[in-house]
Structures are given as C-alpha cells and as structure tokens.
C-alpha cells in the first residue's frame, strides 16, 4: 500500500505521469453538458488541484483532499493566486469526517489509485459523504498493465463495488481524454439510491 511519504515523494521527484497541467476534459464535458452545477462539491485525492480551481472559479462549494503536503500547499497558493475560494485539506480521507453532505463527488484517479483491497471502504466512504441523491461523477481508469497504481477498474467490478441498490448507473458517457495506449477512462454518473 502507498504511504503518504510515497505519493509526497512522487510530487517532490515530479513523477506526476497523472498530473496533465490543467482540468481534465472529463470535467469540462461533466461541466458545458450541465449534469454538473454549482454545488457543494467533494474532490478526494486532488493532487494538484486543476479541477478544484476551475470549479472555484464558477462558483462551486468546494472541498478538496489530498494525503500528500506538497500538492496541497501548491493548490492552495493557485488558489490564492487567482482570488478563489476552495477549502483544501491535508489528510488521509480513510480519516476524515465529512462537516456537511455533498451534493457530488468528482472522482478522478484516486480510486484507481487504491489497493483494490481498499476498494469497499472507498466506496463506503463516497457513498455517506453524499446527500441522499448525491452524484458521483467517476472516471474509471482502465489499463491492460499488470499492478498499480493504477490499478485496473474494470466496469464489471465497478458494478460490483458500486452496486444498484446503492447506486443507480447512467449509460457509459463518452470520455474526453486522450491516454497513452494501454490507459484510458470510462465514465459514468452515478446516484446515489437509498
Ligand atoms: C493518481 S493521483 C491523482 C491526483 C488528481 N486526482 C489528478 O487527477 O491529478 C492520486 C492522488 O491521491 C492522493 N491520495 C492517495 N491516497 C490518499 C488517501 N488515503 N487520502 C487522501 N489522498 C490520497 C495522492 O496523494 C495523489 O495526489
């Protein structure tokens, strides 16, 4: 399992193969197709922050996690930056307790980035940070390589994490990101089902 020194050492070195500069499309698509409104919002894992900072920007209620310092200090000077508000938290999310429900989740490469053994905590995790119709937004890193992270998400054991009692799945949305060959996202709008 990765520490937080591991993903710490990784902004620290620059290995940030993940970190693509700016928001991913997938958010831009979620966001021009409006399935995705000003809201309160939750981005576990956030790394450097490029989807909490254009989600500030149109006026979201943001909250953003992340275990590692390095990115938190870096999007919380972005923020500063640029006169935006987000509430940006250093902390292992496996250890943090929601103040208030959210109205979405913007789930990007952090699951993917869990031992698969953590997996159903995870999504215990997402589930009770939501409203009773809470959305999770979720991109489901699918790669043919052995291991992780990441690791592989494949769409029929993401139904058997995110189960339709729990969760009602939309039809698979069209990804807007471009991967290397052997990476790419599936993603979907989930809903939370009580
Ligand atoms: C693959 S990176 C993705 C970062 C960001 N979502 C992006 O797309 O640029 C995974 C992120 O999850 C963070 N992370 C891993 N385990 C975590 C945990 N238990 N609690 C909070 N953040 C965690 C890492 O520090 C890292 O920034």
Not at 40 to 63: Q, T, W, Y
Not at 147 to 171: E, K, T
Request: aromatic content about 12%; hydrophobic content about 40%; overall charge negative.
């Amino acid at each position: 399992m990765k520490s937080k020194s591991d993903w710490e050492n990784r902004y620290l070195e620059g290995t940030t193969g993940w970190d693509r500069g700016e928001a991913s499309p997938n958010l831009l698509y979620w966001l021009e197709s409006k399935q995705l409104k000003p809201c309160r919002i939750l981005v576990p894992g956030c790394g450097n922050g490029h989807e909490v900072l254009i989600l500030a920007k149109l006026g979201f209620d943001v909250v953003a996690l992340d275990i590692a310092p390095s990115p938190v200090a870096n999007l919380k000077k972005a923020l500063s930056d640029k006169q935006l508000n987000a509430e940006v938290i250093q902390t292992d999310f496996f250890a943090w307790n929601a103040e208030k429900p959210f109205d979405a989740i913007y789930e990007q490469t952090s699951l993917c980035a869990l031992e698969p053994s953590l997996w159903k905590n995870y999504e215990a995790l997402l589930y009770g940070w939501l409203t009773e119709s809470g959305k999770l937004f979720a991109q489901f890193m699918q790669t043919t390589e052995e291991g992780g992270p990441p690791f592989h998400c494949d769409v029929a054991a993401m139904r058997d994490l995110f189960i339709s009692d729990r969760w009602q799945w939309s039809d698979e949305h069209e990804t807007q990101v471009i991967h290397s060959e052997n990476k790419h996202e599936k993603i979907y709008l989930l809903e939370k089902q009580l």
